[in-house]
């Protein structure tokens, strides 16, 4: 499956503080309503927490999850 | 829904139905077009609508007569619509000759023989439809070809004559026949159409033709002709075109025909508020362009839309229940694709307006409550739609809010207050003082703090509603089946239906009949009322509810759309959950509609309406005011987070003053430290994100450590999915105290790395 890269998903400075790891571009699965895609997040490789930014939640994501919806 | 219900559904509105001059006209010139045409001084597309319907629109828009007239709904208001005059403007300015294409040739001959206006309309219908046509005639156009007598100006038969020729029509001397010769001439051609006003048909010995098909005992000969005005003609002419085209498809010659002449048209248009205009008188050679696009311009475009003009909902979808009623069987049936109405199914305040107002009935409410429990049962009902309105029901219904109990002391209960989940959470206080003033007058008033099962009836979810109500059923046998006393019109209904044998009755009664507070008399204010649209079919209730008002001294005013034809405050079907800016939009176009102070007895109207911009206040603001508040009419409307703490407080406030029983140990993530930016609680309240969902987050980083830093400015992001919804908070923290500053949420789960 093709890997989504979206302009959203930038780390803009934020690391992860428990594991003081930088937060690296990784290819991320996102699943909803049987559907799964693989999209390129801020993504820390020790604990495994992905950024979702408020404007990717807020945007392209949420316009995402409402077309599925109507699936 | 199936097809045939889809038809019937259909058939109850009435929008599509043509206007009543359409109707009248034998050959149904769509005059509401022209007019709006006319008016716009497009004569040539006004023009294009008279070649489209009339077979010689040159000699028939000079000859009418204008049936249309005496149907013309602004003869009620003015005088009708003048068309003949509008017609003969409208041929006089073009010039252009009529472009006819007709239809590829079908390999069918129909003899036609006499040529007056049926004759020549039943071959210009048929030539147009790719039918070869023979016609015979001494003199097409008989005598409106006699140069000195005729009613038209010279040229314009002529032209129609040669633009029919142009078309295929071969024109021949006329013939007299015998019945013999006309069976012969059925055995040459498919058809034969006699147009009696120039062929004599006694020689045919036959009965008169079928008034339906024009039809004669010899199958496949029609006879045409009428004697009176012109249209009257062209119309007999027309029918036996059809007639002809019917036999030569095999096609049954009467099924569908009921509406080929004149009939009368379905529908509705209300006139209240149509001001009278007087028609343009028409000078000796006709209207100029100005009084032609005023004559025009006072047809009333006659439609019914009622539903529409009173719904901000049907307005903003952009059609009419009809055209809805499609779009949602569509919907009900798709297999694969985009389900392109489940906003419109979901957006339905299930108000009932539509149907008090529709002349056919059409229940919008009926077919998106239907609607959304076939969705919720097929699994394809959005997951955002009404989950949180489902949570919120749950939470009402759960341990933290929900309370069952006969009055302190009594081990059962005669009466039992149902105040309702919203006005528990709009004014808990309000609720505490209405119960205490209960119990003194009627000691054996118990208190039965839940939701009814409003939001999971109105998302279609019929086993969630079954199991709040058989849970609220359960409760109530227990404690003796008490008579129910609702402070909430919603509720009332519900419990009413849910619970038939139950004694029902309204708070606004019950205070009424054992006593009002002292304080709430002579209050002196005058105030409009706005009814819920719960009340919509209560006159009961809703006369209830203004005689305790008046009986505490309030003057009220009434709006135009109230009792039954009340308008929703944009709650109602869990609009405000399922479609946001709509909800907020019929708020704020109700709230606009009620001028001065005004006053409901529903808590959720109240609260909607007062975010929507009304001065507003619940019947409860006036009996039972909150001296810390003041101003009762523009007390805020809690957010989300208030109200559900407002309800748990309440039963934990009740318990421990009438029980004396111990509230619920406070829950760990309540003990956080926590407060929030201005900015955070108007984002949650937009984003549906509680304060308790923070916390969650909060206290979920707290024991994981999990947690983003920023390098910069050094604040702090927290994430946790409790359930199906996955919650972002961005905050600081010092020494153990929360500062939030932002929150935002997603559905879509994040399944880990693919690396």
């Known amino acids: 499956m093709s890997v989504i890269r979206v302009p959203e998903a930038d780390a803009g400075g934020w690391s992860c503080d428990r594991c003081g790891e930088e937060l690296k571009p990784t290819p991320v699965n996102l699943e909803y309503m049987d559907s799964r895609f693989t999209v390129e997040l801020p993504f820390c490789a020790k604990c495994g927490i992905a950024l979702i930014s408020e404007e990717l939640a807020m945007g392209k994501m949420l316009e995402v999850e409402k077309l599925l919806e109507d699936k | ?68 007239m005496d149907a013309c709904l602004r003869s009620k208001k003015g005088g009708a619509i003048n068309l003949p005059a509008l017609e003969r403007f409208c041929a006089v300015q073009v010039t252009k000759p009529v472009r006819s294409i007709p239809m590829p040739a079908k390999g069918k001959r129909v003899c036609v023989l006499g ?26 156009g008989l005598e409106l070809a006699e140069a000195d007598s005729s009613p038209l100006p010279s040229g314009i038969l002529e032209s129609e004559l040669e633009r029919l020729a142009k078309l295929g029509v071969d024109f021949q001397p006329a013939i007299n ?36 098909t024009l039809g004669t005992s010899l199958p496949g000969l029609f006879i045409a002709g009428v004697e009176g005005e012109p249209i009257f003609q062209a119309a007999s002419g027309r029918k036996a075109a059809l007639s002809s085209e019917r036999f030569m498809q095999g096609a049954s010659m009467v099924a569908g025909r009921d509406r080929e002449g004149s009939y009368e048209s379905l529908l509705h248009t209300n006139l209240d508020g149509v001001a009278p205009v007087d028609p343009v008188a028409v000078p000796e050679d006709g209207y100029d362009v100005e009084q032609a696009k005023a004559e025009a311009g006072r047809c009333i475009h006659c439609e019914c839309l009622e539903c529409v003009k009173h719904c901000e909902y049907l307005e903003q979808f952009g059609s009419y229940p009809k055209v809805y009623a499609r779009q949602i069987y569509n919907n009900q049936t798709i297999v ?42 097929q699994g394809h009902m959005p997951q955002s739609a009404h989950e949180f309105a489902l949570r919120d029901m749950n939470f009402a219904n759960g341990p933290d809010c929900s309370l069952a109990r006969s009055a302190p002391g009594t081990k059962a209960s005669t009466h039992l207050f149902f105040p309702g989940c919203q006005l528990t959470a709009s004014r808990p206080d309000a609720v505490r003082s209405v119960y205490d003033h209960l119990r003194h007058n009627i000691p054996g008033m118990g208190i039965m703090l839940r939701c009814c099962g409003a939001p999971a009836e109105w998302s279609g979810q019929v086993s969630e509603y079954d199991r709040a109500i058989s849970e609220l059923r359960s409760q109530w046998e227990s404690l003796g089946q008490p008579e129910i006393v609702c402070a909430c019109p919603t509720c009332q209904g519900m419990i009413r239906s849910a619970l038939p044998g139950a004694s029902v009755s309204s708070l606004w009664q019950v205070l009424q009949d054992t006593g009002l507070p002292e304080s709430a008399k002579n209050v002196g204010m005058e105030l409009t009322v706005h009814d819920p649209c719960t009340a919509r079919h209560e006159p009961e209730l809703r006369q209830q509810a203004r005689t305790m008002l008046e009986s505490v001294g309030a003057q009220l005013n009434e709006v135009e759309m109230s009792g039954e034809l009340t308008e929703c405050c944009g709650f109602g079907g869990l609009l405000a959950e399922a479609n946001p800016k709509l909800g907020s939009d019929v708020a704020k176009r109700r709230a606009d509609a009620l001028s001065g102070e005004v006053v409901t007895y529903c808590a959720m109207c109240r609260d909607m309406l007062s975010k929507g911009g009304a001065r507003i206040s619940h019947v409860l603001d006036i009996l039972f005011p909150d001296a810390a508040v003041g101003d009762m009419a523009a007390r805020p409307v809690p957010g989300y987070s208030r109200r559900r703490e407002n309800r748990a407080h309440l039963r934990e406030e009740l318990l421990r003053d009438l029980w004396q029983e111990p509230g619920a140990p406070p829950k760990p993530y309540d003990e956080l430290a926590v407060s929030f930016s201005d900015a955070a609680l108007s984002v949650m309240e937009e984003r549906r994100i509680l304060e308790s969902d923070v916390r969650k987050t909060l206290l979920h980083s707290r024991d994981t450590g999990q947690r983003l830093v920023h390098k910069e400015t050094g604040r702090l992001r927290a994430t946790y999915r409790p359930v199906a919804v996955t919650y972002w908070v961005e905050f600081e923290e010092k020494d153990g105290e929360y500062f939030v500053h932002n929150a935002w949420c997603h559905r879509m789960r994040v399944a880990g790395g693919a690396a």
Do not use: Y
Request: with cysteine; proline share 6%.
């Open chain 2, 1 to 68: 829904m199936d097809q045939a219900g889809l038809r019937k559904l259909e058939a109850q509105c009435v929008q599509e139905e043509p206007p009543s001059c359409t109707a009248e006209c034998p050959l149904h010139v769509d005059a509401r077009t022209f007019c709006t045409l006319m008016n716009e001084g497009n004569w040539s597309k006004a023009w294009g609508i008279l070649t489209r319907t009339l077979p010689l629109p040159g000699v028939l828009s000079r000859l009418c007569h204008g049936p249309c």
């Open chain 2, 336 to 377: 694969m694709g985009t389900r392109m109405a489940n906003s419109l199914i979901n957006s339905c305040t299930l108000c009932g307006l539509c149907e008090t107002l529709c002349p056919g009935d059409f229940s919008m409410e009926d077919l998106c409550l239907h609607a959304r429990r076939d969705l919720v049962e």
């Open chain 2, 115 to 140: 040529g007056g206006l049926a004759g020549l309309s039943a071959a210009s219908d048929l030539v147009r439809k790719g039918i070869k046509v023979v016609l015979h005639s001494s003199k097409p």
């Open chain 2, 177 to 212: 026949v015998s019945r013999a010769e006309c069976e012969s001439l059925l055995e040459e051609f498919d058809a034969v159409v006699i147009d009696r006003t120039e062929q004599d048909i006694a020689p045919l010995n036959l009965d008169e033709p079928d008034a339906v």
